[in-house]
């Protein structure tokens, strides 16, 4: 028997039992196989020869002589159908079949060639399905680049904020510990010790600042025409027939001589001969300042710097700044910018400030001859000789600050004592050196190191690098010498919490793009490869092995993988740069011109590794697919129906359900070994990382679950939005979602899953934002809001012993002090001047704030009072609040409150659970001034549930703690001394019950009782002090509620030059500059959210344009048969733009309703852990977006494809057309 036949190569097989060896031919490796036959017992060996002749013998017959002809190509073909899979499974290693595949793969250079040339000539067959590759791992590279680099850079954006605020200050010292009670530091000694440590501790410098009282020189009147008639009392202040406070008073020794003379002294600082007239000067204790100038007064602080060492003005003499202070003469000093605006001076104007010095210069005091005689006031004469921008001396209160070089200081300060101070100690005070005595010493890393500490990722690495440096200088100097502060550490703590936060959210955008792109891609190639099923078939039968079709798959990946890696890392430094110039702009941040080694790295990860991941699913169809369903083109490649048959005992284990319960058993044991871990260490970051990986999984669990309703959807939007269209189109429509619902399903998920992912990351993020701005206007309370300075006890003040007699000057002239006035008119209270702000003082300051600004400005006015039980009225010790039984108490903060309060403050967060009749019938504030209300307060609920109050007529007890007084008053404080104590008890009742409020903590949450809100005179009555008067309570803070932003400014300078010209303490703060930060951070993040949100969308759009032209190209027969029975063109437009849009209007909506059902699971969460209300900020820019998406995607995903079939010359080329 002789046979003929063509047998290409891989048409061999190896035999089940026996040994098996390894030939080549052709080039290429091959087992030798030797059965295909139907009865086990026949054997057929093959001996492949160079020769042209193959001999093939059976063991029961004769010899069959058989004529091979080789193929000319030498690529084996797949093997025959009458191979089973099992008869090849396990008798290859997998060493032995990596070995083969990478010979197979890389072993010939043409192999790769031909790789190349396929896939070149597929790019150009499908340059839009190459398009959409490219741009998605180019977005998702480019995103990663820029995020990444951001994110690496939050350690530079919180250090820049910090020096913003506090300066580039690592370390303050100032005196402590056994040397508390001392008043500066001797510079000096410091850096001799500092000498001997390393470099690391050489950035030093030291700073002299004192607090002062500033007016321009315009707004004051000179009698003497100079400066020191500031000193002298007023004539209207000694009463009448009274003598001038400088009137010449001639001695009766020496009147004779003097009028032969006719040399009286009648001016400060003349020369006087022996028994010469004496002048007699009176004087004010700390100066007549209020007497004379009548402007504008600032709380300034004026500092002693060293221009060439001081971190704040730019460390080093190539500063600008610095240079400029270096050249000022002596008495010019540098005003900030705002110290400038607010006294409106300028370069040239003269500044008059008076300060105190005993506070600070108690050492210099102590070293003149007679240091209890010395005025401890001093009154500077400042020219202003240069502007500075307020950033380059932060941390100083409105930024109103005075820089003097140390050189002048000695000579301005011996120039500003009182004229009672002798010659001689004026000399003394020109001899001291500021460097010893310094108020505070600053001390800096040097750079590299500084970057490298605060640079870590992590707070706590931060903190420790900072205390390992800081614990050196404390050892050098003496640990119980000093205090050691650290102001940048302080401000990166308060950003801890936002810092880990932003972090992760960037994070989770990351692989949230990087997710997208995988299904993204993954829908790509299947879509490739299911187009060129025919094409993919015919090559099968050339030849192509399993590990050339890998090749090919994977070649076509990375031919446009690398060249969108790298355009995506150019386009991601050119979006870093804009994205540098927005927060420079914005923030005045500047970040690293290039970006992170790290960002690079992770983009080249992403962009490298996605696409060979994405590419595993469609190898796996690829191979899986047999040869004659490859090569029918008969049929439509869509199939509405696939039935799967698995045998019911197979003993195969389920891959995919073991994978997944690995990785929710091990999730399980990393959230129950690390969740209580981060509590217990307060790690925030893996705290942080685990809420949000439960979140992701609750959105990933929820979307897997809204996907069963994916059907429901599209019929529910079909009848929405498309009620008016034709019922063929609409009933083609929705077949067409059915038959295409496997392909469409990839689409629905990358959908869904994107949208939810953006409303909950976005909606995520503006709770935190809101929650920063809601905590901040709470409170504040209103517009503009000033807090006043607690009082302390009353004490009678002594007069100094420098005014209790007069003193001599050098010139002659005899100086007297005016008495110190009495301070303490009340035992009780020490109602007197620069104590605190009272009642009466309110109608003067309404009073004056009306006819200053007019009374539209200002459209509310409240107050509230300090709290009884805080010391601020005396002889008041604490108060407590009991149930009747004594079961429960607790030690409230009781705040008397004005009538209107409510009126004024944000009514946002004010949240009543339940009230009183008289709470209608008045409102919330003024009921409590009813007749009812003098027994009654506002009560958290918290305080409401733990004392069961179940109306507002169960009572409760107030129990006030009242130190027993002496009725004897004298100049001394011991008499003021509680010798013993008593309780009295008042009654109370809940008047209201809040849940939440402005200014006040109400809370809801166990874990703070709240506070207790009483009316003016029903704090009186608990204070249990008899006859007290309502007028002794000071005001502890006044809200504003004015007409507009614009008139905040003109509102806190009036407060300001008011409560300063009363010599009270105050802080006043308004909704703008409050907000500033957060707005500001929040306007960037919301570019980054913009970009990220537009990149997914992106991404989408991508997904549905190549789904719609599988799903077009795919129905093309279909197509062809509708036309055949008369539907129009137009008609097969509106199917599939249809179904485009139905898509993804259906698809959106699950997204929205995931990720705000998971975005609000986290503003339940948010509340509890801040206690404040926000709202929740629902998406409507999101949700109008997706619709908007959805038009556009629909037209620009359906109309091309079906454009192109129905551009066909005939219905005969679209019926014929192969996929």
């Given at each position: 028997m002789r046979a003929t036949s063509v047998v290409s190569e891989g048409f061999y097989r190896h035999p089940r039992s026996g040994g098996r060896r390894t030939t080549r031919w052709g080039g290429f490796t091959r087992w030798d196989e030797d059965h295909c036959g139907a009865d086990d017992d026949t054997f057929i060996y093959v001996r492949p020869a160079t020769l042209a002749k193959v001999t093939f013998t059976q063991e029961t017959a004769e010899p069959i002589p058989v004529v091979v002809k080789q193929h000319r190509l030498e690529h084996r073909r797949t093997r025959v159908d009458c191979i089973t899979e099992d008869e090849d499974a396990d008798q290859i290693s997998w060493w032995a079949y990596a070995q083969t595949a990478w010979q197979d793969t890389f072993g010939s250079a043409s192999r790769l060639q031909l790789m190349l040339n396929l896939t070149l000539t597929d790019a150009r067959s499908r340059r839009g399905s190459y398009a959409l590759s490219f741009c998605s791992v180019c977005s998702v590279v480019f995103v990663c680049v820029v995020m990444m680099s951001i994110l690496s850079s939050l350690a530079v954006v919180g250090l820049r904020l910090a020096e913003a605020s506090n300066g580039p200050v690592d370390l303050v010292l100032t005196p402590g510990g056994a040397s508390a009670g001392g008043a500066s530091l001797n510079y000096t000694r410091v850096a001799q010790r500092l000498a001997t440590q390393s470099t690391a501790y050489q950035l030093h410098s030291y700073r002299v600042e004192l607090q002062a009282s500033a007016t321009a020189a315009s707004n004051c009147t000179f009698p003497s025409g100079s400066v020191d008639s500031l000193w002298y009392a007023p004539d209207a202040r000694l009463g009448d027939g009274r003598r001038s406070p400088c009137a010449p008073r001639p001695s009766a020794a020496t009147t004779t001589a003097a009028a032969q003379e006719g040399n009286t002294s009648t001016s400060r600082g003349s020369g006087t001969g022996s028994g010469d007239a004496t002048q007699v000067c009176r004087l004010c204790q700390e100066t007549c300042l209020s007497d004379y100038c009548f402007g504008n007064k600032e709380k300034v602080r004026i500092a002693v710097v060293e221009p060439s060492t001081e971190p704040a003005i730019q460390v080093g003499g190539a500063s600008t700044a610095a240079q400029a202070m270096r050249r000022l003469p002596s008495g010019s000093v540098a005003v900030s910018a705002s110290l400038q605006a607010a006294l409106k001076v300028a370069v040239g104007d003269t500044i008059v400030a008076r300060a105190e010095i005993e506070s600070r210069l108690r050492h210099v005091i102590q070293q003149l001859e007679h240091p209890e005689l010395t005025n401890p006031t001093v009154l500077f004469t400042l020219r202003v000789g240069?502007?500075?921008?307020?950033?380059?001396?932060?941390?100083?209160?409105?930024?109103?600050?005075?820089?003097?070089?140390?050189?002048?200081?000695?000579?301005?300060?011996?120039?500003?004592?009182?004229?009672?101070?002798?010659?001689?100690?004026?000399?003394?005070?020109?001899?001291?050196?500021?460097?010893?005595?310094?108020?505070?010493?600053?001390?800096?890393?040097?750079?590299?190191?500084?970057?490298?500490?605060?640079?870590?990722?992590?707070?706590?690495?931060?903190?420790?690098?900072?205390?390992?440096?800081?614990?050196?200088?404390?050892?050098?100097?003496?640990?119980?010498?000093v205090t050691l502060s650290t102001p940048l550490l302080r401000f990166l703590k308060t950003m801890e919490y936002f810092t880990s936060f932003v972090g992760l959210i960037i994070w989770i955008v990351v692989l949230a793009l990087s997710l997208l792109s995988v299904i993204l891609i993954y829908t790509l190639l299947s879509i490739g490869i299911e187009t060129k099923t025919y094409e993919l078939g015919v090559q099968r039968m050339l030849g192509f092995t399993r590990m050339h079709l890998v090749m090919l798959v994977v070649t076509n990946t990375y031919f446009f993988t690398v060249p969108a890696w790298l355009t995506g890392l150019v386009l991601g430094q050119l979006g870093y740069w804009i994205a540098r110039g927005t927060i420079l702009e914005l923030a005045a941040i500047?970040?690293?011109?290039?970006?992170?080694?790290?960002?690079?790295?992770?983009?080249?990860?992403?962009?490298?590794?996605?696409?060979?991941?994405?590419?595993?699913?469609?190898?796996?169809?690829?191979?899986?697919?047999?040869?004659?369903?490859?090569?029918?083109?008969?049929?439509?490649?869509?199939?509405?129906?696939?039935?799967?048959?698995?045998?019911?005992?197979?003993?195969?284990?389920?891959?995919?359900?073991?994978?997944?319960?690995?990785?929710?058993?091990?999730?399980?044991?990393?959230?129950?070994?690390?969740?209580?871990?981060?509590?217990?260490?307060?790690?925030?970051?893996?705290?942080?990382?685990?809420?949000?990986?439960?979140?992701?999984?609750?959105?990933?669990?929820?979307?897997?679950?809204?996907?069963?309703?994916?059907?429901?959807?599209?019929?529910?939007?079909?009848?929405?939005?498309?009620?008016?269209?034709?019922?063929?189109?609409?009933?083609?429509?929705?077949?067409?979602?059915?038959?295409?619902?496997?392909?469409?399903?990839?689409?629905?998920?990358?959908?869904?899953?994107?949208?939810?992912?953006?409303?909950?990351?976005?909606?995520?993020?503006?709770?935190?934002?809101?929650?920063?701005?809601?905590?901040?206007?709470?409170?504040?309370?209103?517009?503009?809001?000033?807090?006043?300075?607690?009082?302390?006890?009353?004490?009678?003040?002594?007069?100094?012993?420098?005014?209790?007699?007069?003193?001599?000057?050098?010139?002659?002239?005899?100086?007297?002090?005016?008495?110190?006035?009495?301070?303490?008119?009340?035992?009780?209270a020490a109602k007197g001047e620069g104590v605190m702000l009272y009642l009466e003082d309110l109608t003067q300051l309404e009073h004056d704030l009306v006819a200053a600004l007019g009374t539209a400005v200002v459209t509310g006015f409240a107050f509230r009072m300090h709290n009884i039980g805080s010391s601020s009225v005396w002889p008041v010790g604490g108060v407590r609040m009991r149930t009747l039984g004594f079961t429960k108490s607790f030690a409230p903060s009781v705040n008397p409150i004005s009538p209107n309060l409510y009126d004024v403050v944000d009514s946002r967060f004010v949240i009543v659970n339940k009230y009183d009749d008289n709470v209608g019938r008045y409102g919330l504030g003024a009921a409590l001034y009813s007749s009812e209300g003098l027994h009654k307060a506002i009560v958290a609920t918290t305080t409401n549930r733990v004392f069961a109050l179940q109306n507002s007529s169960n009572p409760f007890v107030f129990l006030t703690t009242v130190s027993a007084f002496s009725r004897g008053v004298n100049n001394s404080t011991a008499a003021l001394q509680p010798p013993t104590q008593r309780t009295i008890a008042s009654a109370g009742a809940a008047m209201a019950v809040m849940d939440s409020s402005a200014v006040f903590l109400m809370t809801k949450f166990p874990n703070n009782m709240g506070e207790v809100l009483v009316s003016v005179p029903a704090a009186v009555r608990q204070s249990g002090v008899p006859y007290l008067s309502c007028n002794v309570l000071g005001v502890n803070a006044l809200f504003l509620r004015v007409r507009s932003p614009e008139d905040y400014g003109a509102v806190k300078g009036f407060l300001r030059r008011w409560l300063s010209a009363r010599k009270l303490s105050h802080s006043v703060a308004d909704l703008t500059s409050s907000l500033a930060d957060v707005r500001q951070v929040s306007s960037i993040f919301n570019i980054f959210f913009f970009i990220t949100q537009l990149t997914i969308m992106l991404i989408c759009l991508f997904s549905l344009v190549s789904s719609m032209s599988a799903n077009v190209l795919e129905s093309s027969k279909e197509i062809g048969v509708l036309l055949c029975l008369g539907m129009s063109r137009t008609h097969v437009y509106r199917v599939y733009v249809w179904e485009a849009f139905v898509l993804v209007v259906a698809s959106g909506s699950l997204g929205v309703l995931v990720g705000t059902a998971t975005a609000a699971t986290m503003l339940m969460q948010s509340a509890l852990f801040n206690q404040i209300y926000v709202p929740f900020p629902f998406p409507y820019i999101q949700l109008a977006l997706i619709v908007t998406m959805g038009v556009v995607s629909a037209l620009t995903a359906s109309v091309s494809p079906v454009r192109y079939l129905l551009k066909l010359p005939s219905i005969t080329h679209i019926l014929r057309r192969v996929v």
């Open positions: 240069l502007v500075l921008d307020d950033a380059l001396y932060p941390g100083v209160e409105d930024n109103l600050f005075v820089l003097l070089p140390p050189i002048h200081f000695s000579s301005m300060v011996a120039d500003a004592l009182a004229p009672s101070v002798s010659g001689p100690d004026r000399e003394r005070m020109r001899r001291v050196r500021p460097a010893d005595c310094a108020t505070s010493i600053v001390l800096q890393m040097p750079e590299e190191q500084r970057m490298r500490v605060y640079l870590a990722s992590r707070f706590r690495d931060v903190r420790a690098g900072v205390q390992e440096w800081g614990t050196t200088v404390a050892t050098s100097l003496g640990a119980n010498q500047p970040l690293n011109p290039f970006v992170s080694l790290a960002a690079v790295g992770c983009a080249t990860l992403v962009g490298l590794a996605v696409p060979l991941i994405a590419a595993a699913l469609p190898i796996y169809n690829l191979l899986s697919m047999a040869l004659p369903d490859a090569l029918d083109t008969s049929r439509s490649r869509a199939t509405g129906v696939v039935y799967t048959i698995q045998r019911g005992q197979s003993r195969e284990a389920d891959l995919v359900i073991v994978s997944v319960g690995f990785l929710a058993a091990l999730g399980g044991m990393c959230l129950y070994l690390f969740f209580p871990q981060s509590l217990l260490s307060m790690n925030l970051p893996l705290l942080f990382s685990i809420l949000f990986g439960v979140l992701l999984g609750m959105l990933w669990g929820l979307m897997l679950l809204a996907t069963n309703l994916q059907r429901v959807l599209e019929t529910a939007v079909l009848w929405v939005f498309l009620f008016w269209e034709t019922a063929p189109v609409r009933t083609m429509v929705q077949k067409s979602l059915a038959v295409h619902r496997r392909r469409n399903r990839q689409t629905t998920l990358m959908y869904s899953l994107s949208v939810g992912f953006v409303v909950f990351i976005t909606v995520a993020f503006q709770i935190q934002v809101r929650t920063l701005e809601y905590s901040t206007l709470r409170m504040r309370g209103a517009d503009i809001t000033v807090y006043l300075p607690r009082g302390g006890r009353p004490t009678l003040v002594p007069t100094p012993l420098f005014a209790l007699a007069p003193t001599r000057g050098s010139d002659g002239v005899e100086y007297a002090y005016e008495p110190t006035p009495p301070r303490a008119s009340s035992v009780l």
